[in-house]
């Protein structure tokens, strides 16, 4: 089964600095794709950024991109010149190529933007 | 369309009792999914249908649970005999067939006392 790991429970980052948010994924297949999604306090989740495994090209969302690694697993989210509106949980989330396809998610990381 | 409506926001129940919670997806999509989330972690997935069919079931959905979709428009989550580890947010998302992101919902609170 595939698994998700966001391995910092917290993060902070000053006002118009640069935060890197860490994830890691575990799956045996070649098709999927990877999310990164924001929930800020009390609202409802919103899509970030997306990337599919089998572009190499990182994506990027205006001041959100992401550091795409498929052969170490691995899918960071960098926010650039950070604001005080960005701060939230957010998840990284997985979800398989196939026909059948949750998306499995991270347990999510707490970012404080400091003004 | 004003994207996926969860209702209601809150419900506030006792030990043993039923609840339901309802969910209207974005019109065109063809795919809902059922998610819990407690306090502090990750969307745990529960269930999910396409159309009006309910294609995987999580090992977390016990027979307490029940989902439904009929005609494949909105669906709703039914607990029966609350517990309070039931106390949870339970998110619905919406999407297209194609693999993409999901369009979540506001969620239902459920406290269980």
């Known amino acids: 089964a595939q698994t998700v790991t966001q391995s910092q429970p917290e993060m902070s980052v000053q006002e118009a600095e640069t935060v890197t948010l860490s994830c890691t994924y575990d799956?045996?297949?070649?098709?999927?794709?990877l999310f990164w999604y924001k929930q800020p306090p009390s609202r409802q989740m919103i899509l970030v950024i997306r990337?599919?495994?089998?572009?190499?090209q990182n994506a990027t969302e205006n001041r959100f991109s992401v550091n795409f690694q498929k052969a170490a697993k691995s899918f960071s989210l960098k926010i650039s010149d950070s604001q005080l509106g960005d701060a939230a949980m957010y998840f990284c989330?997985?979800?398989?190529?196939?026909?059948?396809?949750?998306?499995?998610f991270g347990a999510g990381t707490r970012l404080t933007v400091k003004p | 369309d004003t994207g996926v409506s969860q209702n209601p926001r809150h419900k506030i129940t006792k030990r043993g009792q039923n609840v339901t919670f309802r969910c209207d997806p974005i019109s065109e999509h063809n795919r809902l999914y059922w998610y819990r989330q407690t306090l502090g972690q990750g969307p745990e997935f529960l269930t999910y249908f396409q159309n009006e069919a309910q294609l995987e079931k999580s090992r977390l959905l016990s027979d307490r649970f029940s989902a439904e979709r009929p005609k494949g428009s909105f669906s709703t989550l039914e607990i029966q005999r609350t517990e309070q580890g039931d106390s949870a947010m339970y998110l619905c998302a919406s999407s297209l067939v194609t693999p993409g992101g999901y369009t979540f919902g506001s969620g239902t609170r459920l406290t269980v006392v």
């Open positions: 990337q599919e495994a089998y572009k190499q």
């Open positions: 799956t045996s297949e070649s098709d999927y794709y």
């Open positions: 989330a997985y979800r398989s190529g196939g026909d059948n396809n949750d998306m499995r």
